[in-house]
């Protein structure tokens, strides 16, 4: 069974830090370019950032580069993402994904998602 779980979500300050953790099973990890997306209330879905295939490269939305960092640790399947600098407007549910290359992640076009985590940040 694919499984996608996104941890690590909760109520921080503005300014204030936390770690989203995306643990997969049930493909193969290295075959897949992962990355996280994000829905807030009323707003479209937006791709936050995502990692290749080979880890390698990487890709961030502007309105989270320099705040946000996508890893992976392959051993354990999980792909991290360490969102630093948090503001009130990063507010939503993040979902991780599974997708087949770095552009259908980007795109937020997936083989698989898994269920969200909400992350709140107030001002």
């Known amino acids: 069974e694919v499984q996608l779980q996104a941890s690590g979500g909760g109520l921080v300050q503005a300014g204030g830090s936390l770690r989203l953790s995306c643990a997969a099973s049930?493909?193969?990890?290295?075959?897949?370019?992962i990355g996280w997306f994000r829905q807030a209330p009323g707003k479209e879905r937006e791709g936050v950032s995502c990692i290749s295939r080979r880890r390698s490269t990487t890709y961030y939305a502007d309105s989270v580069k320099g705040r946000f960092t996508i890893s992976s640790d392959n051993a354990k399947n999980t792909v991290y993402l360490q969102m630093n600098g948090l503001k009130p407007e990063d507010t939503a549910v993040y979902y991780c994904?599974?997708?087949?290359?770095?552009?259908?992640?980007?795109?937020?076009?997936?083989?698989?998602r898994g269920q969200g985590t909400l992350v709140t940040v107030s001002s």
């Open positions: 049930g493909f193969t990890f290295d075959d897949y370019a």
């Open positions: 994904g599974a997708s087949g290359n770095l552009v259908s992640c980007v795109s937020t076009l997936h083989n698989y």
